[in-house]
């Protein structure tokens, strides 16, 4: 299962957003890639969902491309 998500912001200042996706399967674990940066995070889809993904807006970019993985269930 893949997905993702567009976070786009339209002040060009630097700051930061707590995103939470909705609609992932709780027992999957998942792992989330950063476009900008490539940084990847594994979680669950419960996990992710309770607490989100804090994400950092830097002044030269205006978007933030997530996609999302799914691994497997978690016990």
């Given at each position: 299962t893949r997905g993702w998500a567009t976070v786009v912001h339209l002040n060009r200042?630097?700051?930061?957003?707590?995103?939470?996706?909705k609609g992932l399967d709780e027992k999957l674990q998942y792992t989330v890639t950063s476009d900008n940066t490539?940084?990847?995070?594994?979680?669950?889809?419960k996990t992710l969902?309770?607490?989100g993904l804090e994400i950092r807006?830097?002044?030269d970019q205006c978007s933030e491309l997530l996609m999302f993985d799914a691994l497997?269930?978690?016990p």
């Amino acid at each position: 299962t893949r997905g993702w998500a567009t976070v786009v912001h339209l002040n060009r200042a630097e700051g930061q957003y707590l995103f939470k996706p909705k609609g992932l399967d709780e027992k999957l674990q998942y792992t989330v890639t950063s476009d900008n940066t490539g940084a990847r995070r594994a979680a669950s889809g419960k996990t992710l969902m309770r607490d989100g993904l804090e994400i950092r807006a830097k002044s030269d970019q205006c978007s933030e491309l997530l996609m999302f993985d799914a691994l497997k269930a978690t016990p």
